[in-house]
């Protein structure tokens, strides 16, 4: 096959069906994979790529929750690109009641209002996951031959929020795959995450915490018998507050920022009475470079050493493990990797001023491709992650097809391209 110069973003872009592109992403929105039932949306994923001519996999990482992968083979010898994204969504408590009477009403519905497509996934992260489907599409539409491969990988169990669910479960076993060579492993690899069609090389850690003061409770009326679990709590809160701004002071990341921690939520009390026990949550931020361990035995040596009294017990558990046991660990790809520039200049091209090079500022799955296999990987999207998981979610609909545009010249560009044919309508070569 001979080389072929990739297709331009005008080229592309005149050649979008546009009408197609929104249609798979208001289905999209409309099959609801709240955390559990990701199989309702997996489904409609794995019927699309295999009208892409995409070999397809599936498997269950739990009983009737399927991951879905699929790997479109190239006619060269090109790198391989991955495009990987999760299939669950958050709930949709309270959406009808704030929007009845609207054409949001229903938060699978897919409404389109002021030029963005609302709905519950709409951002996070279907218009993503879409826009890497859409692009293969259009690629065959121009008539691209790529030299390398195109890979997917869609996955559950990344949000949290539902009960004994959201450790990551999917990444696990698709990653597993990965090392056992079952799936191959890519070149460089793009998470759909929402940015606003950014590029986020680099993402925070975090752990939560959850931490039990016990002491003894005694009738109001005569406290000296029992032991104030509220009031050695203060102390605990004035010692962690004290840890936070120390972790301010240890260094700022420039797009990250500084590392600290925030006490989300605390209980204790409810009876006139002595409290015996007080639980408080907090959440830990880590720069890239910072370790989980480290950051967890700090946090359980600040607690110890604020409860002075041995009539007092304290607990410190770690309950939201990802890719390590404690929590989700920060990573970061070096941002001047020739696949990072080339990714730049595709999504100015497709959308002028988008492209800039920011921080996550979330946690995502990421660290399973850096750190277990070795894969540069950034977060790259359609969508604005601050209205995702709320009442507000929707995604500028201009921004999910220049998001389509970019995509495809950058498989083209990435994965090389061996020839151009004319095609008819249906994408096949003539």
Not at 384 to 411: K, P, Q
């Amino acid at each position: 096959m001979i080389p072929h110069q990739p297709p331009s973003a005008a080229e592309l872009r005149a050649a979008l069906d546009e009408g197609t592109a929104i249609d798979l992403w208001r289905r999209a929105v409309a099959r609801e994979s709240i955390t559990g039932n990701e199989t309702n949306f997996a489904e409609l994923l794995e019927t699309e790529l295999r009208e892409l001519g995409v070999a397809t996999g599936h498997r269950d990482f739990a009983p009737g929750r399927p991951n879905v992968w699929g790997e479109r083979r190239g006619k060269g010898h090109g790198p391989k690109l991955l495009f990987m994204g999760h299939t669950d969504t958050v709930h949709v408590r309270g959406w009808r009641e704030h929007w009845q009477g609207t054409e949001r009403e229903d938060p699978f519905g897919g409404a389109i209002v002021d030029g963005a497509l609302w709905g519950r996934g709409s951002g996070d992260l279907k218009a993503g996951i879409c826009a890497s489907l859409s692009a293969l599409r259009l690629l065959d539409a121009v008539g691209v031959e790529l030299s390398g491969d195109v890979g997917f990988a869609f996955i559950g169990d990344e949000e949290s929020g539902e009960p004994d669910m959201g450790r990551s479960e999917g990444a696990k076993d698709y990653v597993a795959l990965c090392e056992s060579g079952e799936v191959a492993r890519p070149d460089f690899a793009i998470y759909v995450e929402p940015t606003q069609l950014a590029i986020y090389p680099v993402q925070m850690g975090f752990l939560i915490a959850d931490i039990t003061v016990t002491g003894k409770s005694a009738y109001f009326g005569v406290p000296e018998l029992g032991k104030d679990a509220l009031k050695a709590a203060h102390g605990v809160l004035s010692a962690l507050w004290r840890h936070s701004d120390d972790l301010a002071e240890r260094g700022t990341h420039p797009l990250i920022g500084r590392s600290f921690l925030l006490v989300t939520e605390i209980k204790s009390g409810g009876y006139i009475a002595v409290p015996g026990e007080c639980a408080l949550s907090l959440i830990r931020k880590l720069r890239p470079g910072e370790s989980l361990d480290t950051a967890a035995g700090e946090i359980e040596q600040t607690v110890r050493d604020a409860v002075t009294d041995p009539e007092i017990a304290v607990s410190v558990d770690f309950p939201a493990g990802r890719d390590h046991p404690l929590g989700g660990s920060p990573t970061e790809t070096d941002a001047d990797l020739p696949a990072i520039a080339a990714l730049r200049r595709r999504l100015d091209e497709a959308l002028p001023g988008r492209g800039s090079i920011d921080g996550a500022p979330y946690w995502s799955e990421a660290p399973f491709l850096v750190d277990r296999l070795g894969v540069p990987t950034v977060y790259c999207a359609p969508g604005d992650i601050r209205n995702c998981h709320t009442l507000e979610e929707h995604v500028s609909v201009e921004e999910y097809l220049a998001g389509i545009v970019a995509f495809a010249a950058f498989i083209a560009d990435f994965c090389g391209t061996v020839a151009i044919n004319h095609v008819n309508g249906r994408g096949d070569p003539s």
